[in-house]
């Protein structure tokens, strides 16, 4: 399909890992991004991966890239309260235009 | 660095009316800027593309004469919203590419809360 996929909620303890997983479609995108969102607030760009590279790590976070299965992952390490949003992942799509695409967020709700 | 400022951050207005939301890129040029919408608890969804000088491409179902979007120059667009109603209450978010990083990342503004009563 169209989509890119999220699962919804995802809840930790302060001090855990998290991972959030995500699934893309389309074969031909060139980068790969994750964002935060926070209550109200705009996205923050936390990083991306060139769909050329299988890893990135960039301090608490990060990204792992499967592209024979089109999946994406965000670790963030030592998951602090403040991590606490909706994290977006997003293809840019080669193919049309170079258009972000995002999945449907998903909820990191941290408890301490 | 890579500052995008969108102005206002939350907007009431009356049905019928227009309302102008104004995507700054502050320390960059941005050639490309985009217009999303974001319904409660939902995704981000691409209304249009604005490249500095041209006209804007729309995506599908967005009606370009309600969305009316200008790009003057390389850090200033604008959506205007004409003659608003309650169903076009929302979040609306722009985003600006960089030219010098090679168009990789695409830097977001605070977004806009528009309610129209």
Redesign the interface.
């Known amino acids: 399909g169209e989509d890119v996929e999220q699962s919804l909620f995802l809840s930790v303890r302060e001090g855990d890992s998290s991972v959030i997983n995500c699934t893309y479609t389309d074969s031909s995108s060139t980068y790969l991004y994750w964002y935060k969102q926070e209550p109200g607030a705009g996205l923050q760009l936390l990083t991306y991966i060139f769909s050329n590279m299988d890893m990135k790590q960039d301090q608490r976070l990060t990204v792992l890239l499967n592209k024979k299965d089109k999946h994406l992952s965000l670790r963030i390490a030592d998951t602090q309260t403040g991590d606490s949003a909706i994290y977006f992942c997003a293809e840019r799509r080669y193919n049309q235009g170079g258009k972000l695409i995002f999945g449907q967020g998903t909820e990191l709700s941290v408890k301490p | 660095g890579a500052v ?1 400022s ?1 102005h206002p951050s939350r907007v009431i207005c009356k049905s019928g009316t227009s309302v102008k939301i104004e995507c700054r890129s502050l320390d960059f040029q941005a050639t490309t800027m ?1 217009w999303y919408r974001q319904f409660p ?4 969804m ?1 209304m249009a ?1 604005s490249n500095e000088g041209s006209k804007a ?1 729309y995506e599908q179902g967005v009606e370009k004469d309600k969305f009316l979007i200008n790009h003057a120059s390389l850090t200033l667009s604008t959506l205007t919203v004409t003659s608003a109603h309650p169903e076009d209450s929302s979040f609306y ?1 722009c ?1 600006a590419r960089m030219w010098d990083r090679g ?9 806009t ?1 528009l309610t129209v009563v």
């Open positions: 995008v969108q985009f608890k939902q995704s981000l691409l593309t491409t978010i985003s168009n990789t990342e695409a830097f977001f503004g605070q977004g809360r």
